[in-house]
């Protein structure tokens, strides 16, 4: 089940359960649209691409399948992005597609 994490890895801008700027990788490092573009759509932490973050269900629609039931996690992962060190890792796989990294 997704964290839904609270807010930006890199620049902590809120991004809340139903965040349409929400950004995510495969290990759900979560980033918000502007940061993503700043990164290269590079995940700083994996080296691989961003994809938009599923919106949980506020209301339980079927089965108890809601944020209510599922709450988005509370738990801050603040931790910005050194760009230098960043630049080197867009330059060995940026012009690789994502899902080919």
């Not at 994490?5 to 495969?26: F, Q, V, W, Y």
């Amino acid at each position: 089940m997704l964290e839904l994490r609270p807010g930006c890895e890199h620049c902590n801008k809120p991004l809340p359960p139903d965040s349409t700027e929400a950004r995510i990788c495969s290990y759900e490092c979560t980033f918000c649209t502007g940061c993503v573009e700043l990164l290269g759509n590079v995940c700083p932490n994996c080296g691989g691409g961003f994809a938009p973050r599923p919106v949980r269900p506020a209301r339980d629609w079927k089965n108890g399948n809601y944020l209510g039931n599922d709450p988005a996690s509370t738990k801050v992962k603040h931790r910005p992005v050194d760009l230098a060190a960043h630049a080197r890792l867009v330059e060995a796989v940026g012009q690789v597609v994502p899902e080919r990294r």
